[in-house]
T-cell receptor, first 109, second 115 residues
């Protein structure tokens, strides 16, 4: 069935360092890949997304890359700040979202 | 900024009882979804809803679950006879149009605790 794998499950970085989270997906029909940030007690909030006709997208400190051939996509956060600490989920699909297992990012001051 | 709202924020119920979780999607959105997240696990798709009928449902969404849009604003998830394993956060989401590439907006969730 449809599946999205996400790594790592936890990631600790020093403030100012970069963080990279990677996902792979199984359904080759997937053509939309959003990333969500979830803070404690809140619902997922979209932070960036990419469509299958694009290889890379950047929004300030956040960038996402997509390799459709390999079915990989990644989230890159540069110059991390303590407020970036949260759980990040990747997702994929055409309509309903299939979520990855999540990455708990901790940014230490 | 428009947002998806959900009530209640926390629902505690006894096993076997019926619960109704309520959502108010963004007003001009046409596609509606329910997801759930068991504590510490990933967000899982339950059901999608468009034009007053279910578009797709997952294996989790068995006969104990139902959805309804009783009026022009509310979108509800009913669990007929709750089980312990139904304890989770339930998220409602909506989007303007269907298909890929259109953001789903999530509500803050309802924490359901089944005792």
């Amino acid at each position: 069935g449809e599946n999205v794998e996400q790594h790592p499950s936890t990631l600790s970085v020093q403030e100012g360092d970069s963080a990279v989270i990677k996902c792979t997906y199984s359904d080759s029909a997937s053509n939309y890949f959003p990333w969500y940030k979830q803070e404690l007690g809140k619902g997922p909030q979209l932070i960036i997304d990419i469509r299958s006709n694009v290889g890379e997208k950047k929004d300030q400190r956040i960038a996402v890359t997509l390799n459709k051939t390999a079915k990989h996509f990644s989230l890159h956060i540069t110059e991390t700040q303590p407020e970036d600490s949260a759980v990040y989920f990747c997702a994929a699909n055409t309509d309903k979202l299939i979520f990855g297992t999540g990455t708990r990012l901790q940014v230490f001051p | 900024e428009p947002e998806v709202t959900q009530t209640p924020s926390h629902q505690v119920t006894q096993m076997g009882q019926e619960v109704i979780l309520r959502c108010v999607p963004i007003s001009n959105h046409l596609y509606f979804y329910w997801y759930r997240q068991i504590l510490g696990q990933k967000v899982e798709f339950l059901v999608s809803f468009y034009n007053n009928e279910i578009s797709e449902k997952s294996e989790i969404f068995d006969d104990q679950f139902s959805v309804e849009r009783p009026d022009g604003s509310n979108f509800t998830l009913k669990i007929r006879s709750t089980k312990l394993e139904d304890s989770a956060m339930y998220f409602c989401a909506s989007r303007l149009t269907g298909g890929a590439g259109n953001e789903q907006f999530f509500g803050p969730g309802t924490r359901l605790t089944v005792l």
